[in-house]
């Protein structure tokens, strides 16, 4: 068994110059964007395992009798480049030890049909976890081959909604008001999606509604929400205690929402951010939804996540959909903490780019790569 990359325009061109090499028995690895150094291959690069021809023929790169000399400046590029596919060989059969250990050939990646390496390779490529693709397409795989792609197609929904949920709705509690708090790690977007729900659940419904920033870590954040509260015409408060919040609630029980805004703690702040976690957690009546940026790589969203559990957020908010085009991450992230989705935003725009998340939604990002929110 060896493996061998193949790189393309597309996962699906990439994929398909390996069969027509290899044949139907080769076995999906990987499906990845092509390195820097060999992009100029093509954007995409797939890892398959084959089993090896019974001979084959070196080549040489010294020039024969006859041929014209290469250039320095050609060698040159010629050894630089030589040098960087070694290296590349290097680590697919780094790879290649991997996977053998793991088994994951034997155990995981049977061969598979064309559409369901298809789909693995759309998933990989969307920065789906392996293990979570894995299942994917072993579910799919068990529930046998539907006769149409409108029902391959309708599998494959099914099966990605059913990893997740989603859940728009504002508050915890039936009767007005609606409290809705946002925390987050610094710079996910907290302040200017607090400014988009009051716009599209506040003024548009035409709902009394009150903004409180409990922002003191930021020079001047408070501020950037007074502001915004001044063009939009709803109430604003800069509360620094949990004390200040809770008497702050009582006296806006008559507005129909409640907006609150929070400090972006670092992973080492989580000191400063004790007493409003313990607050906010200890109330069930205070929707508290976690702000998280789509184009962060899934590890580090992970870590975000574990951070910010001690706040007991109920719902995820995904922003900055318009950085990134591999939407995974928001799939791995819902699957893991069982937290559903609430909102997804991209851009500046007030309120149009914030949309109430929907499963239909986040599958299509996830199949298709489209970025581009509707209004």
Known sequence: MKLKSYF??????????????LGGEAVLVQARPAPPEARHLGQCEVVVAAAPP????ECTSKPGAGEPAVPDGDERRASRLGGELAELRRDVQRMAALVARAGLVSAGLQPLTAELAELFSILVAAEVDAELAQDIISRLRAAGAPETS???RSAIITE????????SRLGRTTEPPQVVALVGPPGSGKTMTLVKLAVRFGLTSRRPTQLISMDTLRVAAAEQLRGYAAILGVGFQALETTGALAQALEEHRHKDLVLIDTPGYAAGELDAARDLARWL??????????VLT????????????DR????????LVFTRLDETSSFGPLLNQAARTGLPISFLAGGQQIPEDLEPATQEKIVDLILQGRPRLDS
């Open 8 to 21: 393309a325009a597309t996962v699906g061109s990439a994929l398909s110059l390996a069969r027509r090499e």
């Open 54 to 57: 019974e001979s084959a023929t």
């Open 150 to 152: 409108a029902e391959l």
């Open 160 to 167: 990605l909604g059913s990893r997740f949920s989603t859940d």
């Open 281 to 290: 957690a200890a109330r069930p009546a205070v929707d508290t939804h976690l």
């Open 294 to 305: 789509a184009s962060t790589k899934s590890a580090d969203l992970s870590e975000a996540v």
């Open 308 to 315: 910010f559990a001690v706040f007991g957020p109920r719902k």
